[in-house]
């Protein structure tokens, strides 16, 4: 396959953006199934998106042969992230503790900057603050962070949940050498370390329906399965300051997303931080929107 473009690298990156904006409408509609146990289910569907190609093409299962270091990279990304945001909502409040995790796509943009060849700009950060402003707005809904004592543990947790993706994200490009059907083998272990989990801290919940279960199955193909291979994709070839910058565009459009399905309600909070969030992502993206690469 010839190496594309890099600001078609870009592109394909945005598509785990737009995939993770129905994680919320998804796992809503997944009923009350524990997250470990959906966690389990949905990274397996997620592998079986490579392991498809693998029946195509047996020479890929080759892929998984890597150094330790790579494994433990995308092990620690994915489950790591996906561990360390479900102990975090176990204990703060899942407001603060999603506004803290949510800081991974500033850290992205600030990070990157100690990429080889990668030179941080005003516009990268003045886009990513403001994309920051818009998802304070969405996630808060416009009211005041209340930050209690009590709850450091969990602050802590999801302050490393944010560390762990940022890690995950930018440490990827010093490995755009490896094919992403790696990630193929990172969505298995994933797999199976969720389910390790569930089976010793959560008591098992099976879906109650179809709509349930469909639900499951279009959070491993998307949001949870062509998301991770489009994003490891667009953060080793595309532009990686650019992507941190517009991640704060799936809060936006998940939220937007329940409006749409009964969810949530439309309000001005929502169409104030739609503003700063495309807005920001626009001043981040100006070179890409320009054409030049």
């Known amino acids: 396959m010839a190496k594309l473009s ?16 129905l994680l919320a409408l998804f796992t809503a509609s997944s009923g009350d199934v524990p997250p470990f146990q959906l966690s389990a289910f949905t990274f397996a569907i997620g592998a079986s998106i490579g392991v498809s190609r693998w029946l195509i093409n047996p020479s890929l ?28 909502l176990r204990n703060a409040p899942a407001v603060d503790a999603s506004l803290i995790a949510y800081l991974w796509p500033l850290f992205i943009v600030l990070f990157s900057a100690l990429l080889p060849g990668e030179k941080l700009k005003i516009h990268h ?12 707005l969405i996630v808060t809904k416009g009211s005041f962070m209340n930050f209690q004592s009590e709850y450091i543990f969990g602050y802590s947790v999801a302050f490393a949940c944010a560390l762990i993706w940022s890690g995950y994200s930018v440490l990827s490009r010093r490995f755009s050498h490896i094919s992403t059907d790696v990630v193929t083998g990172f969505c298995l272990v994933t797999a199976l370390l969720s389910l390790i989990a569930h ?3 959560e008591q098992t919940v099976w879906p109650e329906n179809v709509l349930q279960w ?12 062509l998301a991770f291979y489009t994003w490891d994709y667009g953060v080793k070839h595309g532009d990686i300051q650019v992507l941190g910058a517009a991640s704060y565009i799936a809060p936006l459009l998940s939220t937007l997303i329940l409006i749409l399905a009964g969810y949530a309600q439309l309000t001005m909070i929502v169409l104030v931080a739609c503003l700063l969030i495309t807005f920001g992502a626009m001043v981040a993206a100006k070179e890409l929107l320009l054409n030049k690469n």
């Open 214 to 225: 469909l639900a499951i199955v279009g959070l491993g193909l998307g949001p949870v399965g």
């Open 6 to 21: 890099r600001s078609t690298a870009t592109l394909i990156g945005f598509i785990a953006i737009l995939l993770w904006s």
């Open 199 to 201: 089976l010793i801290l």
């Open 125 to 136: 950060i003045i886009g990513t603050l403001l994309g920051l402003s818009g998802a304070v």
């Open 61 to 88: 299962i080759s892929t998984l042969k890597q150094p330790i270091k790579v494994w433990a990279l995308g092990v620690i990304g994915l489950f790591g992230y996906h561990f360390a945001y479900f102990t975090a």
